[in-house]
Nanobody
């Protein structure tokens, strides 16, 4: 069963950068599309990016397009989320989750599984 572990969060100033990692604890990631979600206090979970199992297809929410980049290294069983030009509104707990083969709508978090504990990202001066 797919189980994922997020890392790389922290405190960063507005305009700064962070790179999050999503690692598979046991299973290979080769057959899974992996998505990143985030949830801020008092807000609904938001899907922000997804990458197909091959890495050839990606999707981004409008709120992060042009600032965030998703990538994967299947040999390391890890998916990355490079976050640049961070804003205070990016503050949230970030989660990754997976599903077989291809991404589905980022609005449909119920179709993803293997959720980790999340990693906190705080953007503040």
């Amino acid at each position: 069963q797919l189980q994922l572990v997020e890392s790389g969060g922290g405190l960063v100033q507005p305009g700064g950068s962070l790179r999050l990692s999503c690692a598979a604890s046991s299973f290979t990631l080769d057959n899974y599309a992996i998505a990143w979600f985030r949830q801020a206090p008092g807000k609904e979970r938001e899907g922000i990016s997804c990458i197909n199992r091959s890495g050839g297809g990606t999707d981004y929410a409008d709120s992060v397009k042009g600032r965030f980049t998703i990538s994967r290294d299947n040999a390391k069983k890890t998916v990355y989320l490079q976050m640049n030009s961070l804003k205070p509104e990016d503050t949230a707990v970030y989660f990754c989750a997976g599903r077989l083969i291809v991404c589905t709508s980022l609005r449909d978090s119920g179709r993803y599984g293997g959720w980790g504990q999340g990693t906190q990202v705080t953007v503040s001066s």
